[in-house]
């Protein structure tokens, strides 16, 4: 029986959609008169919300029966705004190298552009998420608050150990790019042959 609700009204749909409306938030937290250590507490319990809503969403889409293909097109586009979002604010505020913030989002640009083509080819399953995808992601999003609290938790240094993550995080993320092109690079060698 066909769903009654717009595709982009469903439960799962609307918690994406609020991964996107975060964006601005977290960003303007750092614009509020308050002290910079409220600042970026607040941030960083905003991050992880709505980075948690990244499992949900997809587990309730699976418990409601409320999957759709706009919902699988907007999950990974909110993870990525997010992502690279709250990457800009970090460089900004000096806690990641702009190298860093280089690397991952352009990984995130080449890649979305290498599997919008490789689906138009009707080759997509070539470049399906991988471990090695997950695991960097998994990475990111613990990096990312660490560097947005920038303080001390139960003695660990957030600032330090986000620092380190995030350059393992870079590093993830190239070698995931090399993985996925070179999956892709026998559909890419024979459409040049042609």
Not at 17 to 35: C, D, E, K, S
Not at 59 to 66: G, T
Not at 98 to 117: D, H, K, T
Not at 152 to 162: K, L, N, P, Q, S
């Amino acid at each position: 029986m066909p769903q009654s609700r717009p595709m982009f009204l469903t439960i799962p749909t609307v918690m994406t959609w609020t991964r996107i409306v975060a964006i601005p938030l977290i960003v303007g937290v750092f614009y509020l008169p308050l002290a910079p250590e409220t600042r970026n507490l607040i941030a960083t319990v905003m991050f992880i919300v709505f980075a948690a809503t990244d499992w949900l969403d997809g587990f309730l889409a699976r418990k409601l029966n409320q999957t759709s293909a706009f919902g699988a097109f907007l999950d990974p586009v909110a993870d990525k705004f997010l992502v690279c979002a709250s990457l800009l604010v970090l460089v900004h505020l000096q806690r990641a190298d702009v190298f860093v913030g280089l690397i991952i989002i352009g990984r995130e640009i080449a890649i979305s552009a290498l599997r919008e083509w490789m689906a138009q080819i009707g080759a997509s399953r070539s470049v399906a998420v991988h471990m090695l995808g997950k695991l960097k992601t998994t990475v990111q999003m613990v990096a990312i608050p660490f560097l947005l609290y920038d303080g001390r938790v139960a003695g660990i240094d957030t600032g330090v150990w986000g620092i380190w993550l995030i350059w393992l995080a870079a590093v993830l993320t190239v070698w995931s790019m090399a993985y996925y092109l070179q999956k892709a690079l026998p559909e890419i060698r024979a459409r040049v042959a042609r």
